[in-house]
């Protein structure tokens, strides 16, 4: 299994970008994905993580109600909307997937190589 991260960039503050991570070697199908997210000097974090059919999702507080994760099975392909960016959302971004379902990182057993992700203020 192989994961693809692409669509980070350079924003300004209260700006929007969509990542998107595609798989390959597999089918999506019974994968649950997640995205997670490093800063400079501080360890990775969980930032939203859904179910292989979507149906459930969870979000770190920081990011509730500002970004969305999404799948699209047709595609292989997994999304992290991000709207209203901060400053404090800077870092590369880092897609998942797992067998199970979880939001710790020892859970996934495939990463994609990051994306990064820069916000002005």
């Known amino acids: 299994v192989q994961l693809q991260a692409s669509g980070g960039g350079l924003v300004q503050a209260g700006g929007s970008l969509r990542l998107s991570c595609a798989l390959s070697?597999?089918?999506?199908?019974?994968?649950?994905l997640a995205w997670f997210r490093q800063a400079p000097g501080k360890e990775r974090e969980f930032v939203a993580a859904?179910?292989?059919?979507?149906?459930?999702?969870r979000y770190a507080d920081s990011v509730k109600g500002r970004f969305t994760i999404s799948r699209n099975s047709a595609r292989d392909t997994v999304y992290l909307q991000m709207n209203s960016l901060k400053p404090d959302d800077a870092a590369v971004y880092y897609c998942?997937?797992?067998?199970?379902?979880?939001?710790?990182?020892?859970?996934?057993?495939?990463w994609g190589q990051g994306t990064q992700v820069t916000v002005s203020s």
């Open positions: 070697g597999r089918t999506i199908s019974g994968y649950n």
């Open positions: 998942a997937a797992a067998a199970g379902y979880g939001t710790a990182l020892g859970d996934f057993d495939y």
């Open positions: 859904c179910t292989w059919n979507g149906g459930r999702t």
